[in-house]
């Protein structure tokens, strides 16, 4: 039996399973997926999770729910390595699989590269990362300081989506501080969208420090370069949402790469590899399409139809790339979107639409089925206007 195995359970990873599970095989290939969590991550609503809007089960769903009734194989374990030549996974409990196919959908990794930042910031893309940042505002919410201070390093969408939550969430006792290098917020952003964002921080009083490099993060304090000279600023906490790596398993691979991310040709076959796909934020086609799960959820369904074609000895198509448009979540239960044909708008209409777009987007229909049977019947309930 052909066995395909899948490095990496989130967008890409995840998505291309399942579409494989549904799609009609003659021979049907055994689907392995590795990750090491036992939980897929929705990331664009992980800060509702901190925030307390939303709870954990609906945002990271089990991989075992999600998987019944399919015939992937969940394996829960880290990979360690790849061995190309002979077509095997290295896996840190010890065991050794064999691939026929492989798709790496590792994602990547937030870089603290500066000094302290690995010690004293808290990065934000996982489950364990939003656990940790609810446990410690807890805390802070609970001691007897008057102000909590909090700087947000990185003015890019994560930064000012969670500085709006983050002042939501302290109210009158935040102060909250966005820095960033760039002299503009959202420097990759859709205009509408950096206009309604600039306006919701102007709204929640968040400080914006542009122009503006952080050098060293300290236990209480953070080391800044303004250009004409540094500074230090107290503060209690500090996020760090700049930056994608790669992780240490593509690092090592000896594959072609742009940078650190696997070259992938426009089928999504890492160049000049038959057998091994790449996809997600860990791979690049070096067309500048970027790392969103927008790009992976539909480069997974194209993942898997070359698998399929590909096992069934015919040619494999292109991948095209649709921009849908671009969701911003501005506090709690406030967005702001621009769409697809250049449609925009912004305020709780358009968080009801943010939130409508990711049910849609939910991996399986049960899970769908749950979380949107859940939000209807909060309607209208102390939690819904949360
Ligand atoms: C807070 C946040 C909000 C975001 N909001 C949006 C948004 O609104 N819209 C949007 O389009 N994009 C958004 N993104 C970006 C989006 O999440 C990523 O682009 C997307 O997750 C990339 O998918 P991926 O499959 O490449 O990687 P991921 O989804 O990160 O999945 C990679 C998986 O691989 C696993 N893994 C890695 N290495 C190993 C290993 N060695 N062994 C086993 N498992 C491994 C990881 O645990 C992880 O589960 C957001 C990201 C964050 C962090």
Redesign the pocket.
Known sequence: MTQIGI????????YTALHLSRLPWRQRPEVVL????DR??F??L??EVVTEELPEWEVAPEYMDLLRGTNVLFVQ????AVETDSQHLRLADGRRLNWDYLVL????ETPLAVPGAREYALP???LADARCLHQKLTELEQSQREKIRVCIVGGG??GI??ACKLADRLGERGRVRILDRNRSLLMRGLPANREAAVKALDQRNVWRDLGTQVIEVRPDEIVLDYGQGTDTLPTDLVLWTVGNRA?Q?LQDLDLPKVGDRLHIEPTLRVAGQPTVFA?????TDNTGQP??????IQQAQYCAWNLWRAIAGQPLVDFRYVPLG??LSLGKGVASLTTWGNLHGAGAWADVVRRGAYLFRMPTPPHRARVGWTWLTALGSPRAGA
């Not at 590795?34 to 969590?37: G, P, S």
């Not at 374990?77 to 360690?80: F, G, I, L, N, P």
């Not at 996809?279 to 791979?283: F, K, M, P, R």
């Open positions: 490095v990496g359970g989130g967008f890409g990873g995840l590795l990750e090491r969590n897929f991550v990331s664009p992980l800060y374990s880290e990979v360690t959908a590792t994602g990547c934000f893309r996982t969408a994560s989506e969670l992780p398993l996809l997600g934020d860990g791979a790392a969103t799960a927008q790009v992976a671009e969701f």
